[in-house]
């Protein structure tokens, strides 16, 4: 039956060209990649059989980029230049990152800058470059593993990341030149990872403590669907605390109050630091060595239990968010059927004990804590490329924080509240409060906090063009938009007089358009290739993909749902864009596909309209059967 | 462009229109109208479809959100009957049940500043308020006789208020932590 199809795309198009896609874990600490392969999800490894790429960049005055461990290996050597834990900034402003930059041994260019960007001896660069160039060698790893180009991508974000750094995630990614088909949540990566390997049901919490960021997301995992109840979090929270707390202590220990200004020294206490940790993990004590100015030497003793007294205030700081998930789930701990637990900072014990000892659940350990993430990200990568290799899923996450827009007197008015099931639409109207008010300006902002200066901006526009009228009879209907990756967009429609007009938001945070083309000329620059030539390669597939997916759908449905006439003008528009391909105009084809895109729109609308009737008629067919 | 959808949202889950509802039903269809629905399934197909599938799942979002909340499906069922609860139209409440709201409030303050076991007892209270309510709502709007819809607006209000408190009450009991 025709409708069936509809909701089976994937196998409607070219069924027997298996397309490669891939699932990325951009980490704070270690980045991974991962693929299905026959029928298999698994991390791809570098040449020299590692499955990590620590997330460490490192520029230098020659233009030649050190990515990965050749970077790790000169953090403490070059601590200005190299730069590591660049999630812990992306898609923040200077002043957010505020407190994080005490910590932190970078220099960074304009204070009120939306982007910071850190000086190096290469140059200026922001978090989002830096992790462009991270996912540019998990890109080549990849392609040089599968033996081919990479049709797509899923990118995991901590669930708690707001609107602005996962726009910049996004940013980071189009300037690796991929094609994200999905941020994923990691924590809800996991579950895919865990839920497919045990195929159990019931609801679990997933506890993902990694190098900066915390997430708990509680699931309820039915017949293939994973419905994210709530999420809760902290997304600068982690590993790297425990670090600092270590070197603190350190730093306390060794009576050198002038070195603690010194920036390779502090360096090199951050890594023994987490040595000490690790080496906890396994050992009841350890010795920290630490190398002195002037060749001296000294060794400190540090024990588990002291260091779990020392950490202590990192992991409970994890157990709010977890009371606020399971509140906002609706449930109590005794619903939980068993705790997964995620990240590489999952490792140290006394995180596990004290989870253990809140939730009273069984903690799932089994799959390697620092690969689950990129092993769900692969299987959910695998499906929305049409391979659907693994079986079939569904995932049906939720927003992390609630969005609303500034109302008078510097307050939020919540539109969309957290934890709604996300993609979700929501349209609210405003009245004008003065007489012949003919502007309306909209703030949207993201955050539970009643008071705007508590929340994140996220954009701000102006409304123009409504017509004066007396205060409280103009109009003006602002609408949501969260899509599946929890991306928003906003639109306000002035609705008096029947003239609407359309604003589209422009974010306020984060890089413009012109930026990112800029980078993105900059780095290509760099990699000595040819833009224009690239930028045709992409709208060529982008025209491709359009055109085998109409002519797929065309063939199901065509005839049911288009007359004749409307049936040949889509398929001579398909036409007219194959022949502009050809040719190689960028904008041209850019134009085509927009053409074809806008003449379908009907088509579409009308497929899916039966598609829903039929869906229901199936409810009362079965009502009347049972 | 705009998908259109002249149903009610009982319809587009295939179950009756009532208050007392089987959630568990609700939830199965909700899903299943998710797996046909969600843009996931349409991540290869045309651009059309896949803005059209976002609107409609959304849709189907909002549909089950409305009709799982108890709330919400109050007021929703009271705005297919050409009833509303919205608060800046209607400012009049039951003086009586302000009273209790006021005192609600007196207890709260109370609690803040005392222990997590008031605060549980107020909590408590709140909670039978609130079932209370909502059982009666569900008689009414499932029984047959029309005229009691007033009394089922106020009571929706009501929910409304003590739904506030709840939260209050949630945002004062982390702050013992």
């Known amino acids: 039956m025709a409708l069936l199809q509809i909701s089976e795309p994937g196998q409607t198009t070219h069924p027997h060209k298996y397309r490669l896609a891939v699932g990325i874990d951009l980490g704070t600490t270690n980045s991974l990649v991962a693929a299905v392969c026959n029928g298999e999800a698994k ?27 050749p970077a790790l290996a000169e953090v403490v050597n070059d601590p200005m230049n190299t730069i590591s834990s660049a999630k812990r900034m992306i ?16 220099q960074f260019d304009d204070e009120s800058a939306n982007v910071p960007r850190i000086i190096t001896v290469d140059g200026p660069r922001s978090a989002i470059e ?7 060698v998990l890109k080549k790893r990849a392609e040089y593993v599968l033996d081919g180009e990479l049709d797509g991508v899923v990118i995991t974000v901590p669930a708690y990341f707001d609107d602005a750094q996962r726009q910049a995630t996004k940013d980071a990614a189009r300037l690796a030149g991929m094609n994200v088909m999905r941020l994923l949540n990691e924590p809800t990566a996991a579950a895919v990872a865990y839920g497919l390997d045990e195929g159990s049901e019931g609801v679990y919490a997933i506890y993902d403590l990694g190098g900066g960021t915390f997430d708990i997301s509680i699931l309820r995992l039915n017949k293939g669907v994973f419905e994210v109840l709530a999420t809760a979090g902290n997304s600068a929270l982690g590993g790297d605390d425990m670090d600092r707390l270590i070197a603190e202590w350190i730093l306390d ?9 010194d920036n390779q020294f502090l360096r090199q206490v951050m890594v023994v630091a987490r040595a000490a940790k690790e080496a906890l993990t396994d050992n009841d004590s350890t010795v920290i060595k630490l190398c002195l100015p002037e060749g001296a030497t000294q060794d400190i003793s540090l024990n588990r239990s002291s260091m779990n007294d020392i950490i202590a205030p990192v992991i409970d700081k994890t157990l709010l968010p977890c009371r606020r998930c399971l509140r906002d789930a609706g449930l109590d701990k005794a619903d939980i059927d068993g705790i997964v637990m995620v990240g590489g900072s ?46 079939d899923m569904l995932l049906l996450d939720v927003i992390p924080l609630s969005l609303g827009i500034e109302i008078m007197g510097g307050m939020v008015e919540k539109i969309i509240p957290r934890n709604a099931t ?25 955050g539970e906090r009643e008071r705007v200066s508590d929340c994140r901006s996220l954009a701000r526009f102006e409304l123009r063009g409504i017509p004066p009228m007396v205060a409280g009879s103009g109009r003006v209907k602002v609408s949501f938009q969260v899509d ?13 007089t029947g003239t609407e007009t359309r604003v589209d938001v422009k974010p306020s945070y984060g890089l413009t358009d012109a930026e990112v083309e800029q980078m993105l000329r900059d780095s290509i620059v760099h990699a000595s290739d040819d833009i224009q030539a690239r930028q045709l390669a992409e709208r060529r597939v982008d025209a491709d993909r359009a055109i085998s997916a109409l002519e797929s759908a065309l063939a199901v449905d065509g005839d049911a749902y288009l007359n004749e006439s409307e049936h040949s003008a889509l398929l001579e528009c398909m036409k007219s864009l194959q022949r502009v391909k050809d040719k190689g105009d960028v904008d041209k084809i850019k134009q085509a596909i927009n053409t074809l895109n806008e003449l379908s729109g009907p088509f579409a609308t009308r497929r899916m309209n039966a598609s829903i009737r039929e869906a229901m008629a199936g409810h009362n067919i079965n009502e009347f059967s049972e | 462009m705009q998908i259109l959808f002249e149903n009610n949202f009982f319809d587009l889950f295939g179950i009756e229109k009532a208050y007392s509802l089987d959630r568990q039903l609700l939830r199965d269809r909700f899903r299943d109208l998710q797996k046909k629905f969600h843009p996931d399934n349409f991540a290869s197909a045309t651009e059309q479809d896949r803005l059209v599938s976002v609107q409609y799942a959304a849709l189907i979002n909002e549909a089950f959100a409305t009709l799982d909340d108890p709330v919400q499906r109050g007021r929703y069922m009271l705005s297919l009957d050409g009833i509303s609860t919205d608060e800046e139209l209607d400012t009049q409440m039951d003086p009586e049940f302000l009273m209790q709201q006021i005192e609600l409030r007196e207890e709260l303050d109370a609690a803040r500043s005392s222990s997590l076991d008031a605060l549980n007892r107020l909590s408590d209270k709140v909670e039978s308020d609130f079932s209370a309510r909502m059982a009666r709502v569900g008689e009414i709007l499932d029984g047959a006789d029309d005229s009691e819809l007033d009394r089922a607006r106020h009571l929706v209000r009501e929910l409304q208020f003590l739904s506030r408190v709840r939260r209050e009450i949630e945002e004062v009991e982390e702050s013992f932590y």
């Open chain 1, 346 to 391: 999952t490792r140290v014990c006394s995180v596990k004990e004290k989870v253990e000892a809140f939730f009273q659940r069984k903690l799932y350990t089994g799959v390697d804590p620092e690969q689950v993430v990129a092993i769900g990200a692969a299987v959910q990568a695998d499906i929305l490329i049409g391979n659907h290799t693994t079986g």
């Open chain 1, 253 to 261: 220990e060794i009576d050198h109050a002038e070195l603690s200004t």
């Open chain 1, 43 to 69: 991390v791809l490894l570098d040449e020299e059989g590692r499955s990590l790429l620590p997330s460490v960049v490192r520029f230098r005055e020659n233009g030649d980029t050190q990515i990965g461990y």
């Open chain 1, 91 to 106: 898609g923040r402003k200077t002043s957010d990152i505020k407190t994080l930059r005490d910590h932190l041994p970078y």
């Open chain 1, 130 to 136: 830096v992790s462009a160039e991270i996912l540019t």
């Open chain 1, 422 to 446: 996300i993609p979700v639409t929501r349209a609210q109207e405003f009245t004008t409060y003065k007489d012949g008010q003919t502007a309306m300006s909209i703030h949207v902002l993201q």
């Open chain 1, 484 to 496: 599946a990756d929890g991306l928003l967009s906003v639109s306000a429609t002035e609705a008096t």
